[in-house]
């Protein structure tokens, strides 16, 4: 056996050769124009063949190191890509066929695939450096059929793949019992979808590409619920509380805040009206009484970031009460005698 170069059609072969073909150890460096895309193989040969242990370089810039048969990868073997990723497969006639495992470089992610004839098939799952991970199937080369991620908090999502995007009903589950049920289109949330609390109150809702929108109810385990609208993901608009005793709010939303006009009715015919910042009475608020020995007087009070502050207590003949400490209490004590 000696070592020479010999040109080949694919390229310059220089290394070990036997009864004149490459056999032993030996290079090839291939031409521009290989339809193959490769670069340069490094490697063992016999009569001839590519076959034991070697490396592929490809013009694309990955590379194959392992094992090899006539030519091909055959066997176990890794690819190095140009990104720095990683994968060991097992190759069968230059195809992946068996168990592949893909390393991430950039979000350190592993995916474990199975390959038939080059085609990935069956059960597959997608590894997480926090712990958490994809359980997922592979048919016809895409990602088919039911799927789960389990959170490393606990957290389950299930869906449904359908070539490769989340298509159909979905439920999301978090470790103390809350969960949301949604369909999935195209990849995003669209259509009708509840969410259930940890404590079981359920919210009915609509999504849209997406994005929450139109009208919702959030109905309370107590009895109470609560009628609003999304708009882009946020509450806007007119909003009604009704309490599981009768009593309603009729508030305003400003982008998921409940901010703006207000009217709170009791069971009793009372109400206090005014104005909240992000869900707290704040400025003047009225307060009008149906019972009692001041029936139909209007109060007006003083709140400050859901305190009240003072509160403005009108009688008889326009007198008038601002009720800030004890001694305007009894004050007040002694007009509400003489008013009834």
């Known amino acids: 056996m000696t070592m020479t170069s010999m040109e080949y059609d694919q390229g310059e072969y220089t290394g070990d050769v036997e009864d004149g073909v490459p056999h032993g150890n030996g290079e090839i460096v291939y031409k521009q124009d290989d339809p193959l895309d490769r670069d340069v193989f490094v490697g063992s040969w016999v009569g001839g063949q590519q076959s034991g242990d070697g490396s592929m370089k490809f013009r694309s810039g990955y590379t194959y190191t392992g094992q090899f048969k006539d030519n091909v990868p055959h066997g176990r073997g890794k690819f190095l890509y140009p990104n720095s990723d990683v994968e060991d497969a097992i190759m069968e006639a230059g195809l992946r066929h068996g168990q592949s495992r893909y390393i991430c470089e950039e979000d350190k992610t592993v995916e474990e695939v199975t390959f038939c004839e080059g085609v990935p098939t069956g059960d597959s799952k997608l590894l997480y450096p926090d712990g958490s991970y994809e359980e997922r199937s592979f048919k016809d080369g895409a990602k088919n059929g039911s799927a789960k991620m389990i959170g490393n908090n ?22 103390n019992g809350q969960y949301e049920e949604a369909v999935y289109e195209n990849g995003v949330k669209h259509g009708p979808g509840i969410e259930v609390s940890d404590t079981g109150d359920t919210e009915t809702r609509t999504w849209d590409n997406g994005q929450l929108s139109g009208p919702a109810v959030v109905s309370g385990k107590n009895g109470d619920k609560m009628e609003f609208s999304y708009v882009q993901g946020l509450r806007q608009g007119k909003a009604l509380y009704t309490f599981a005793d009768g009593s309603t709010e009729v508030s305003t939303y400003e982008k998921g805040e409940q901010t703006g006009p207000a009217k709170f009715i009791w069971t009793n015919g009372a109400v206090r009206e005014g104005n909240k910042v992000n869900g707290v009475w704040d400025g003047q608020v009225f307060y009008t009484y149906t019972e009692g020995p001041r029936a139909g007087k209007r109060d007006t009070e003083f709140w400050v970031n859901g305190k009240m502050e003072s509160s403005q207590k009108y009688y008889g003949k326009g007198e008038e009460v601002l009720v800030e400490n004890w001694e305007d209490l009894q004050k007040l004590e002694t007009l509400t005698k003489a008013d009834t």
């Open 154 to 175: 606990g957290d389950v999502f299930e869906f449904i793949y359908c070539d490769n995007v989340m298509n159909g009903p979905s439920k999301y589950t978090w470790p």
